[in-house]
């Protein structure tokens, strides 16, 4: 019971969403831009529409996968696990070869679901911190470590706080290249178009 639903939840989390909707349109969104599949690059590449669809599909992935867990009577250490799983979906995608996103959006629908209160506090943290500064990468980050230290103050229980220690590790280990690039200045910024993909 507890493999399938971790099964399960690493192939929910695996539908890529921004490359299939970037196909759609006629793009290879992983040859373009960053090359990744979320929303950000989609942005960059293809616009606001598409790249809201695919925000709200990887927020949403991520919390459906808790959601039907917690409905299968899966909870504590497992439910975490399920939120892992999904979002090491996202990050390597059975359907693309072991490649994908950096899991952010999926990370966040996984923390909607399994603490609304850490989630809704850490959210506009996340968003100022990009707002400001204007690297979707720092925002990310920065919400990421939020999380982890709001949900250690609030007294969140071990196993919750250890789920958000192993996705902000994830957060931190997709954006490596983001962070060389920040540490360089050589970061692309909020708004920044890519060229059109030839």
Excluded: C
């Excluded at 290879?28 to 960053?34: H, L, R």
């Excluded at 390597?92 to 996103?101: A, E, M």
């Excluded at 609030?154 to 957060?171: D, E, H, Q």
């Amino acid at each position: 019971m507890e493999l399938a639903a971790l099964l399960l939840a690493y192939l929910f989390g695996a539908i890529p969403a921004g490359a299939w909707l970037a196909r759609g349109y006629g793009v290879d969104i992983q040859k373009v831009g960053s090359g990744n599949i979320g929303a950000t690059n989609v942005l960059r590449t293809l616009g606001v529409g598409p790249a809201l669809l695919v925000a709200a599909f990887d927020v949403l992935k991520g919390g459906i996968a808790v959601l039907v867990a917690r409905w299968a009577g899966l909870e504590g250490p497992l439910l975490g696990g399920v939120a892992v799983a999904a979002v090491l979906g996202h990050n390597y995608s059975v359907f693309l070869r072991f490649t994908g996103g950096k899991g952010v959006a999926t990370s966040f629908g996984t923390l909607l679901f399994l603490d609304p209160g850490v989630a809704l506090l850490t959210f506009p943290v996340g968003v100022l911190t990009m707002l400001l500064t204007r690297f979707v990468s720092a925002g990310s980050m920065v919400g990421g470590v939020t999380a982890v230290v709001l949900a250690f103050a609030m007294g969140r229980p071990l196993w919750f706080v250890g789920t958000l220690i192993l996705l902000v590790g994830l957060i931190f280990w997709t954006h490596r290249e983001n962070i060389r690039r920040l540490q360089q200045g050589s970061e692309r910024r909020l708004g920044e178009k890519v060229p059109p993909p030839r």
